[in-house]
C-alpha cells in the first residue's frame, strides 16, 4: 500500500523548470530518503506532496488524499520544514502548545511535557523561541512535527544544527517508527545518516529523478557508498579545488 | 582619504536595487510603479486646487502643513534602528537583507545601517519626491508657480523627509541600546513638538529648519538642513550595536489559559490566543491602539481643513465622522499583519484564511471600544446626543466592510500589497463609492433627512452584505496561499 504516489509531476516558477515529469511511489512502512545537488528541487518536491504548494502538471496522493486537499495532508503527517522558524513570540511550550491546540489533540499537557523530555528543553519552556539557539529552535520544529504521532513524516535536512547526541537520539526514534510501520520521507545532505536509515532512495539533479531503488539496487559494483553511487548519478565527480 | 570608498559604493548600488526587487517581488513591476504615479496624480491634483485653497489658507500654513506631513512621512520610515535589530536577531524568519552582511563579512553594523540610511534617501527621492515635484510642474502655468519655486518646494519638502527620518533612526537605534534610551528619545521628540504646538513657545520654523527657508530665503536654513540630516543620520548609525546578544526573555505559559478563556470563538481561539501574545509580548499593543486613536483625530483635523483650509463651512455631525472610521481602520489592520513572520503554520493543518479571520477578531477587540468612546465624545461635544445611536451602527457597517475588504484584498501582506496597482484601484472601487454616498448622506441629513436617512441606511446594510460576502470568500481567495512573505500571485 502506497502512502505517497506521484506521477508525472512538474513545476516551473517563471522560465525556470524546478520538477520535470516526476514520478515516484513510497510505500507504507518505508524510510525513504530523497538526495540532490543544491538547488536540485528537493525542497520543492516536498512542498508539493505535503500541499504546501501546488503542482503545474501530475497528480498527487498523500497519505490518501489528493494534494488538492491540503489541510487533509497536513493534519495527517507530520512536516519537519527546512527552516528552523517556531513563533517568535510565543515560549517554547506554547509553541508546541499551539501545533496540540492546531491539531485538536487531546492531552496537552502529558505530549507537551513528553517532547520537552525527550530533547531535554524542560528549562527554556517558558523562553521565548526567539531567543532560542539554532539547535533548540530545531528540537521544537521537530517536536512540533511529532507531537501528534503521524503515520507519515516528512523531514527536510532534519539533523541540521543538532549536536551528535541528539542526532543518534533522533536516529533512534526514526528506526523505532518504522519498526512500528509508520513512513518516513526525508531530504538530506547528509549522506552517511542517511545510508544508516533509508531502505529506499530516489536522486534528484536538475528537476528529474535520475535513480531510484534500495541502496544495493543502485551500486553499481560491490562496496560502492551513498556518495559514490551519489556523484555517479548526478555526474559530476570532476569536482576540482578552488 | 576616500570618503567613500569602492566597496561602499558597491554595496550602496546592491542596496538599491535589493530595494526595487523587493517591491517587483511583492507587487509586480507595473505595481511597483503604480505608487510614483499615485504620487504624480495626487500632488497635481492637490496642486490644482491651490488656488482655492490659498483664499482661505495662507501660504505659510500650507507650507507649514507640508513640511510637517513630510517630516512624519520620513519618520515612518526611518524606524530602522529596531529594523537592523531584527534582522540581526533572526526575527524575520528566512528573509535576508544585506542589513545581515556584518554577521559574516568583515563590514560594520554603524556602516551598513549608514549605508542603509543613504539607500533609503534616494529610494524615498526617487519613488515620491521626484513625482511629487512633477506632479506640482505639470499644473504650475494654470497656478502661476516658476519652475524654481516648485524646486525648491520639492528641496525643502525633502529635507524636512531627511530629518523627519534622522530623527526616527536616532530613536529607534537607542532604543536598541536600552528601553530608556529610546523613550527619552521619543519623549523629547513629542516635548518639543507640544511646545511648538499648541504650546506656542517655540517657532515651527526654528524647530523645523527647511522651513525657516521660505521665511526669509536664505541658504543658510536648507545648508543647516543637510548637516542636520547627516548628523542625525551619523548619530544614528554610531548609535547600533555591533552585535546582538540574544536575551532569553521568559514569560509565564499563557497560551492555553487564554484559549480556555475565548471558547465563545469557536474553532479560531487557538490562533486568536496566539495572536494576542504577539500584539502583547512585541510591544505592538499601544502603538497600535495609538495609531488608530490618532487615527481617529486626523477625521477632526479633515473637517477643520474643510472649514477653515477650503472654506467651506459644513457643520459636519456626528454621522459624517462615524462614517470615515472604517477609513481609518486600514492602517491598524496592516499593522497587525506585520508583527510576525508565520512561516511556521505552513506545515500546519489550517489555511492563511484562519489566521486572517483571527486577525480581524484582534482588530475588533482592539478597536471596538475607541470607535465607540470617539462617536460618543463627538456626539456629545456637538451637541447630537439623539444621532449617536445611529452613528454607532454607521461606525460599525462601515468599519466592518473596510476592514473586510482590507482583508479580502491583501491578507496577510497588507503593507506590501497595498503598493500594487490591481489592489489599490479594485480597493478604491470597492470603498470610495459606498463610503461617498454615505458621506452625502450625513451632510444632507439636516436638509432632506428622509433622502439622507434612506443613502445611510442603505449604504450601511450595503457594506453588512458585501462584508459577510467578501467574509465566505476568504477561504476561496486565500486558503492556497502560503504563509511565507512571497508574493501572493496577486
Known amino acids: ?242 | 582619504m576616500r570618503i567613500f570608498p569602492d566597496i561602499d559604493k558597491q554595496l550602496l548600488i546592491d542596496m538599491i536595487k535589493e530595494e526595487f526587487r523587493l517591491h517587483r517581488s511583492l507587487v509586480g513591476g507595473l505595481g511597483s510603479a503604480f505608487f510614483p504615479f499615485i504620487i504624480f496624480l495626487m500632488t497635481a491634483t492637490c496642486a490644482f486646487i491651490t488656488p482655492l485653497i490659498a483664499r482661505n489658507l495662507n501660504q505659510s500654513t500650507m507650507l507649514l502643513m507640508l513640511h510637517v506631513a513630510s517630516l512624519i512621512y520620513g519618520f515612518y520610515i526611518g524606524g530602522f534602528g529596531s529594523m537592523g535589530e531584527q534582522i540581526m536577531t533572526r526575527r524575520l524568519g528566512q528573509v535576508n537583507m544585506l542589513l545581515k552582511l556584518p554577521q559574516i563579512y568583515p563590514i560594520s553594523v554603524k556602516k551598513v545601517m549608514a549605508i542603509f540610511f543613504i539607500k533609503d534617501s534616494l529610494f524615498y527621492l526617487v519613488y515620491t519626491y521626484v513625482p511629487m515635484i512633477l506632479g506640482i510642474s505639470i499644473v504650475a502655468p494654470y497656478v502661476g508657480v516658476t519652475a524654481f519655486g516648485i524646486l525648491r518646494l520639492g528641496v525643502t519638502a525633502f529635507l524636512a523627509f531627511m530629518i523627519g527620518m534622522g530623527l526616527s533612526f536616532v530613536s529607534s537605534a537607542a532604543s536598541t541600546r536600552s528601553r530608556i534610551f529610546g523613550a527619552l528619545a521619543y519623549i523629547f521628540i513629542i516635548a518639543t513638538a507640544l511646545l511648538v504646538y499648541p504650546l506656542n513657545i517655540l517657532q515651527p520654523q526654528y524647530v523645523l529648519l527647511p522651513l525657516a527657508y521660505w521665511a526669509d530665503r536664505s541658504l543658510i536654513w536648507p545648508i543647516l538642513s543637510v548637516i542636520l540630516s547627516i548628523g542625525l543620520a551619523a548619530t544614528g548609525s554610531l548609535l547600533m550595536k555591533e552585535s546582538y546578544e540574544i536575551k532569553q526573555t521568559k514569560f509565564n505559559n499563557s497560551l492555553l489559559k487564554i484559549n480556555a478563556r475565548l471558547k465563545v470563538i469557536g474553532e479560531l481561539r487557538p490562533l486568536v490566543a496566539k495572536e494576542w501574545l504577539e500584539l502583547t509580548r512585541s510591544g505592538n499593543m499601544l502603538p497600535a491602539v495609538g495609531g488608530y486613536t490618532l487615527n481617529l483625530l486626523a477625521i477632526v483635523f479633515i473637517s477643520w481643513l474643510f472649514d477653515y483650509g477650503f472654506g467651506i463651512p459644513i457643520n459636519f455631525n456626528v454621522v459624517f465622522f462615524s462614517a470615515f472610521v472604517g477609513f481609518m481602520g486600514v492602517m491598524t489592520y496592516s499593522s497587525l499583519t506585520s508583527i510576525e513572520n508565520n512561516e511556521y503554520l505552513n506545515v500546519m493543518p489550517l489555511g492563511v484564511d484562519s489566521l486572517i479571520k483571527a486577525k480581524l477578531v484582534i482588530y475588533f477587540i482592539l478597536t471596538s471600544g475607541v470607535t465607540a468612546g470617539y462617536v460618543i465624545l463627538i456626539g456629545l461635544l456637538k451637541g447630537e446626543v439623539y444621532l449617536i445611536p445611529q452613528s454607532l451602527l454607521v461606525a460599525a457597517c462601515t468599519s466592518i466592510y473596510v476592514v473586510a475588504v482590507t482583508a479580502y484584498l491583501t491578507g496577510l501582506w497588507t503593507n506590501t500589497l497595498f503598493f500594487g496597482a490591481k489592489t489599490i484601484i479594485k480597493f478604491t472601487l470597492m470603498v470610495i463609492p459606498p463610503l461617498t454616498f454615505i458621506e452625502v448622506g450625513t451632510i444632507l441629513l439636516p436638509f432632506k433627512t428622509g433622502l439622507a436617512t434612506w443613502m445611510i441606511a442603505s449604504a450601511s446594510m450595503f457594506g453588512l452584505v458585501a462584508s459577510s460576502l467578501l467574509f465566505t470568500r476568504l477561504k476561496k481567495r486565500w486558503s492556497d496561499a502560503s504563509f511565507s512573505l512571497v508574493s501572493s500571485g496577486e
Request: include cysteine; hydrophobic fraction near 40%.
Open chain 1, 1 to 242: 500500500m502506497s502512502s505517497i504516489e506521484a506521477t508525472h509531476l512538474s513545476k516551473r516558477f517563471g522560465n525556470l523548470t524546478v520538477l520535470n515529469n516526476i514520478s515516484l511511489n513510497v510505500s507504507k512502512g518505508e524510510f525513504f530518503g530523497l538526495f540532490g545537488s543544491n538547488g536540485a528541487g528537493k525542497t520543492t518536491l516536498l512542498r508539493i506532496l505535503t500541499g504546501q504548494l501546488s503542482a503545474d502538471s501530475g497528480e498527487v496522493r498523500t497519505a490518501g488524499y489528493s494534494i488538492s486537499d491540503p489541510i487533509s495532508i497536513k493534519r495527517s503527517v507530520g512536516i519537519v520544514p527546512e527552516a528552523e522558524s517556531p513563533p517568535t513570540f510565543l515560549t517554547a511550550r506554547e509553541a508546541l502548545e499551539l501545533s496540540c491546540l492546531l491539531r485538536n489533540l487531546n492531552n496537552v499537557n502529558e505530549r507537551v511535557d513528553r517532547w520537552l523530555d525527550f530533547f531535554d528543553l524542560q528549562e527554556k519552556s517558558d523562553v521565548l523561541c526567539r531567543d532560542l539557539s539554532k539547535g533548540q529552535r530545531q528540537k521544537l520544529m521537530l517536536t512540533s512535527a511529532f507531537i501528534h504521532e503521524p503515520s507519515l513524516l516528512f523531514l527536510d535536512e532534519a539533523f541540521i544544527n543538532l549536536d551528535p547526541i541528539y542526532q543518534r537520539r533522533l536516529r533512534g526514534y526514526l528506526k523505532s517508527l518504522v519498526e512500528e510501520g509508520r513512513t518516513i520521507f526525508m531530504c538530506t545532505h547528509i549522506l552517511e545518516i542517511a545510508e544508516k536509515l533509508c531502505s529506499r532512495v530516489a536522486v534528484i539533479d536538475k528537476g528529474s529523478i535520475v535513480a531510484q531503488g534500495s541502496i544495493d539496487e543502485l551500486r553499481s559494483q560491490e562496496g560502492e557508498d551513498l556518495e559514490e553511487i551519489f556523484i555517479r548519478t548526478v555526474k559530476n565527480e570532476n569536482a576540482h579545488l578552488p
